[in-house]
């Protein structure tokens, strides 16, 4: 993302990147990544913790989730909740959804 937002003259500040994953493994993945492809995101803006415990003293113009499929909307619901309240006005949100969400009949509308 970071190297397309470069290509279409987009300025984002790698200090500005923050990436979380309750899943060690995938944490320590993204730092090897970070480093390999020099993405200079500082290794403080990398980390481990449960999204939904987090607390946060800033807003930000984007954010991306990918909330635990439990096969519950309330979950991602709840996600969906919390990412909105840290994006600041005008900002972009991006949330990954399982397909089984584009079958419920309560959100045919959402998708027509």
Known sequence: MLKVAKEKNID???KNVY???IDPTM??????INIE???CIPEE??????FDNMEFSMKFSAGVINPPYE???RTHQK??????SIIEDGGVMG?????TTLIMLEYKMIYQ
């Open 19 to 21: 990436y979380n994953d």
């Open 79 to 84: 996600f969906f909740n919390k990412l909105f």
């Open 37 to 39: 492809y020099s993405l």
């Open 45 to 50: 803006n990398i980390t481990n913790e449960d």
């Open 12 to 14: 984002i500040l790698p």
């Open 71 to 73: 096969g519950k909307a």
């Open 27 to 32: 944490v320590m993945i993204f730092k090897k």
């Open 95 to 99: 949330s990954l959804q399982p397909a």
